[in-house]
T-cell receptor
Framework: RKEVEQDPGPFNVPEGATVAFNCTYSNSASQSFFWYRQDCRKEPKLLMSVYSSGNEDGRFTAQLNRASQYISLLIRDSKLSDSATYLCVRRSGNTPLVFGKGTRLSVIA | DVKVTQSSRYLVKRTGEKVFLECVQDMDHENMFWYRQDPGLGLRLIYFSYDVKMKEKGDIPEGYSVSREKKERFSLILESASTNQTSMYLC???????????FGDGTRLSIL
């Protein structure tokens, strides 16, 4: 079983829509989680960290469910500029981050 | 802001050549990483380093080696380049502890 699994998509949504991605992980010892965003032919960039209590940054909300071993990313009021691939990432101890393969989002006018 | 700089954005080399990809970070980070990214395969870890002169194999080290002589610089070496090493190579660094990684712009390497 892959350590971090994501639906590759693509998710095609109209502008203004709300869209949610889930990501499951298999290592229950995982300590930290992040969402990264990667634009086409560019490097991944940190979007937000994911905290146990859930956290919000503008239109973006991240949630962590340790019991079910998944994290989620909710994007409200989607913009064209949100079109990108979203990478789910987990970390255990001082080990390299483990990246999912990403979920592709296309926001359509 | 963390700055991770990779020496080349695009590179074309020939089969059998020895290829050096350089990465420099300016934030005194202990940890540095080399990945390759291919369509459908996601990011795959080649090598990483927790400190100067230290290196650890990642998931796909075959055909690669690394060098970390100075804390700020982490070099990836393709000993004898092959066409299946054509890929996007990404360097990253991070501070120890519960910190995210910061990536360089990437090097798109083509082996002909």
């Amino acid at each position: 079983r892959k350590e971090v699994e994501q639906d590759p998509g693509p998710f095609n949504v109209p502008e203004g829509a709300t869209v949610a991605f889930n990501c499951t992980y298999s290592n229950s010892a995982s300590q930290s989680f992040f969402w990264y965003r990667q634009d086409c032919r560019k490097e991944p960039k940190l979007l937000m960290s994911v905290y146990s209590s859930g956290n919000e940054d503008g239109r973006f909300t991240a949630q962590l469910n340790r019991a079910s071993q998944y994290i989620s990313l909710l994007i409200r009021d989607s913009k064209l500029s949100d079109s990108a691939t979203y990478l789910c990432v987990r970390r255990s101890g001082n080990t390299p981050l483990v990246f999912g393969k990403g979920t592709r989002l296309s926001v359509i006018a | 802001d963390v700055k991770v700089t990779q020496s080349s954005r695009y590179l074309v080399k020939r089969t059998g050549e020895k290829v050096f990809l350089e990465c420099v970070q300016d934030m005194d980070h202990e940890n540095m990483f080399w990945y390759r990214q291919d369509p459908g395969l996601g990011l795959r870890l080649i090598y990483f380093s927790y400190d100067v002169k230290m290196k650890e194999k990642g998931d796909i080290p075959e055909g690669y080696s690394v060098s970390r002589e100075k804390k700020e610089r982490f070099s990836l070496i393709l000993e004898s380049a092959s066409t299946n090493q054509t890929s996007m190579y990404l360097c990253a660094s991070r501070q120890t502890g519960d910190q995210p990684q910061h990536f360089g712009d990437g090097t798109r390497l083509s082996i002909l």
